[in-house]
């Protein structure tokens, strides 16, 4: 099979360095594998700008979705009331999870091509004193929108309430002042900005309220304080843990050192974005998202305006030429998706470039063609 680079929001590009890491098969119980648990928990806090004893790290079995559940429903439970603001899939899979859970829930939801706002935040929770939690969505990885979480953060923080920030997709690659705006849980997993394979997420708890979810869960594997525990002793997993995605993770966070660290990162992807922004307006394809609020990791675009365009046919034509791009997930619009994280550069922007370019040249030639005929 011909391999391909992704341009897609994560699993991601790994380098080969990365992937390597998954050839030893290392044993969980032993020391030297806790130490690389913990060396990864230490360096965690560190890239949200936080330390102990205020803050700790928990790491969780599974995909993204997994540690979101995880934190909601160790966090909430039938006696609270989560405000869920959302603009996309992820903010309404929130929803999703606490009407699995019983968790009683207000949804507030915003166009998809807009952000919350925190002023609607703030009457919300006063019009609801019930209001225990509000939760939202960093990048929204459904239309590639940023949210501003800074200023929903003041909001929550002024009201007293627990703030639950799903950053998965930006964590790593747009820096958050996580004890500055006093997030109570960010989650993010393993294959996204920070480059590693899937596997597991993680969740960074500020510990008092950690603290609070002793017992609350009702759910065993995804009891977050137990999770904790467990891990807190000496960095032993509750459970097996992906051992392979533990190892290829640790080397991930020594490349992103040496890269220069989430300034250096989000520049590069900053960098790709505005670069594949600007050469795809070249050839008249245009974002859903407008300039301010088009996040760095992901972008959604309308299809061209010619009518016989088909996603299937492009995404083949550059697939067979070395990347993958993403079908598009908004619902009011016809759309597809170009993630530009991973280990992608430039040139890869301006490779893509060529071939959308090549693509409808060749389509607009063949109908040409047909007219003559
Ligand atoms: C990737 C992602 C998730 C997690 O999805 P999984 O498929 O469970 O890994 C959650 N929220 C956002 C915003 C994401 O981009």
Not at 137 to 156: C, F, P, R, Y
Not at 252 to 274: H, K, P, T, V
Not at 283 to 309: K, N
């Amino acid at each position: 099979m011909m391999n391909y680079k992704l341009l897609t929001p994560g699993p991601l590009t790994t380098t080969d360095t990365v992937k390597k890491e998954m050839l030893f098969d290392h044993c969980t119980w032993d020391d030297d594998y806790k130490e690389i648990t913990q060396e990864i928990r230490r360096k965690l806090l560190g890239l949200a700008h936080v330390g102990e004893p205020e803050y700790t790290c928990v790491l969780m079995q599974g995909s993204g979705t997994f540690g979101v559940e995880s934190v909601l429903t160790s966090s909430a439970g039938p006696e609270d009331c989560l405000l869920i603001a959302s603009n996309g899939a992820y903010g309404d899979r929130m929803a999703d999870i606490a009407k699995h859970a019983g968790i009683p829930f207000i949804q507030y939801c915003e166009e998809y091509d807009r952000v919350p706002c925190a002023d609607r935040i703030r009457e919300l929770i006063q019009k609801n004193p019930e209001i225990t939690h509000v939760s939202m969505v960093h990048s929204e990885t459904t239309s590639g929108i940023l949210n501003d979480i800074a200023s929903v953060a003041k909001v929550v923080k002024e009201a007293g309430r627990v703030f639950i920030v799903d950053a998965m997709s930006s964590f790593g690659g747009v820096d958050i002042p996580v004890g500055d705006l006093g997030i109570d849980f960010i989650i993010s997993s393993a294959n996204k900005c920070i480059q590693g394979v899937p596997g597991f997420s993680f969740i960074i708890c500020r510990r008092d309220e950690l603290m609070k979810c002793n017992g609350k869960a009702p759910s065993l594997s995804l009891d977050l304080y137990s999770q904790w525990e467990t891990m807190e002793k000496d960095g032993k997993w509750r459970f097996t843990s992906p051992t392979h995605t533990v190892l290829a993770f640790a080397q991930a966070l020594r490349e992103m050192e040496e890269e220069g660290g989430i300034e250096a990162r989000s520049r590069r992807y900053a960098g790709n974005n505005r670069l594949l922004i600007e050469k795809l307006a070249e050839l008249g394809i245009r974002p859903y998202i407008e300039g301010e609020y088009q996040g760095p990791i992901i972008t959604t675009f309308f299809y061209p305006e010619d009518s016989s365009f088909s996603f299937e046919e492009m995404y083949r034509y550059i697939k067979e030429r070395g990347y993958a791009i993403y079908p598009g997930k908004v619902t009011d619009a016809d759309t597809f998706r170009i993630g530009n994280i991973g280990e992608i550069y430039e040139d890869d922007i301006i490779k893509l470039y060529g071939i959308i370019k090549e693509f409808l040249e060749d389509k607009e030639n063949q109908e040409n063609d047909r007219e003559e005929q």
